[in-house]
């Protein structure tokens, strides 16, 4: 009777673990399959999605002096990726304390496990780049974007015009000549085999806006 009832509970555990198995593999195969089918094709074929830098806005002076009006330039960034991060407390009060944002802002972007970039914060302070740095949180990165930048702050800003936050020019000469000041896109596609071992690689290069030179005077602006 005892090695009977010790053979049932046996059965029955395996019963128990097969199921869990099957039940997951389910899961995975049925119900998720979805995600994991894009995480594995990203993890055979890497393209990236690149542009050309925005062109130029140049003026001169009755001299031949050139001046720059409007020009694209690195603006730093944090974000992060949730399914690497470690300790989410820890990384969600060091964020609030270098960042300078309220957790309760902050939190749901570290709850977002399908995501592997979410930013938190763009324009960040030299400082706040250094203290980041220097905290070297798992899933907390620095990146960079490019942003339309204006030296000579309002002067000539109703001939100039400006940019909107997709980077398309919106009245004045950046609206004007857009087809000619954006930058084209570009591809680059990486593939791999199962190992990981790169085996092909596409290039497309990306090609910069052209730039426009003024025939503003910089000194009649200017005064």
Excluded: C
């Excluded at 407390?89 to 399908?114: F, H, N, Q, R, V």
Aim: glycine fraction near 8%.
């Amino acid at each position: 009777m005892k090695s009977s009832w010790r053979a049932n509970l046996i059965l029955f555990l395996l019963l128990l673990f097969g199921a869990t198995v099957v039940g997951r593999l389910v899961f995975v195969q049925i119900l998720d399959h979805g995600y994991y089918k894009a995480l594995a094709q990203g993890q055979q074929q890497l393209s990236t999605l690149t542009k050309g830098d925005r062109g130029s806005i140049v003026g001169t002076d009755k001299y031949g002096n050139l001046y720059t009006y409007a020009v694209n330039h690195s603006s730093p960034l944090v974000f992060v990726t949730p399914p690497e991060i470690e300790d989410k407390e820890e990384t969600l009060k060091t964020l609030s304390l270098i960042l300078d944002i309220d957790e309760a802002e902050i939190a749901p972007e570290l709850e977002k496990s399908k995501s592997l970039y979410q930013i938190l914060k763009k324009d960040i302070t030299e400082q706040e780049v250094l203290l980041l740095d220097e905290a070297n949180l798992p899933g907390v990165y620095l990146g960079a974007e490019r942003v339309r930048y204006y030296p000579q702050d309002t002067m000539a800003s109703r001939i100039l015009g400006f940019t909107n936050n997709e980077g398309v020019g919106q009245y004045g000469i950046e609206e004007y000549h857009n087809p000619n000041l954006e930058g084209k896109e570009g591809l680059e596609k990486a593939i791999t085999n199962p190992a990981r071992y790169l085996f092909r690689a596409e290039t497309k290069s990306p090609q910069d806006g052209k730039n426009i030179t003024l025939t503003v005077d910089f000194n009649i602006q200017s005064t």
